[in-house]
């Protein structure tokens, strides 16, 4: 059985740091792209980082670019999230996610495997 686990979430002052980690068990995900996303409360989920399964390509759209990092663990089957200048408006459960493939998706269809999402909560 597969299971994505999330942890490193938390409470944090604007402009702080946070690091998410995401462990996976059930089947290897080193090949596979990895995905995090987020969403708030009354919002869709939306993709915050995505590292691909070949050469550890990352993407990140424009709301987070420059702020977080995703890389892949030292732990087999880790991928790490790590959060920079947070603002109020990252406040958000966060979920890790795998794909069967190797690139990189946006959308969340695409991704089969979820982890149960880590509450991060950045204040003013």
């Known amino acids: 059985q597969v299971q994505l686990v999330e942890s490193g979430g938390g409470l944090v002052q604007a402009g702080g740091s946070l690091r998410l980690s995401c462990a996976a068990s059930?089947?290897?995900?080193?090949?596979?792209?990895m995905g995090w996303f987020r969403q708030a409360p009354g919002k869709e989920r939306e993709f915050v980082g995505g590292?691909?399964?070949?050469?550890?390509?990352?993407y990140y759209p424009d709301a987070v670019k420059g702020r977080f990092t995703m890389s892949r663990g030292s732990a087999e089957n880790t991928v790490i999230l790590q959060m920079t200048n947070l603002k109020p408006e990252d406040t958000a459960v966060y979920y890790c996610?795998?794909?069967?493939?190797?690139?990189?998706?946006?959308?969340?269809?695409?991704?089969?495997?979820w982890g149960q999402g880590t509450q991060v909560t950045v204040l003013s």
């Open positions: 996610a795998a794909r069967i493939y190797r690139g990189i998706a946006f959308g969340e269809n695409a991704y089969p495997y």
């Open positions: 059930g089947r290897t995900f080193s090949s596979s792209a």
């Open positions: 590292i691909s399964g070949t050469n550890a390509t990352t």
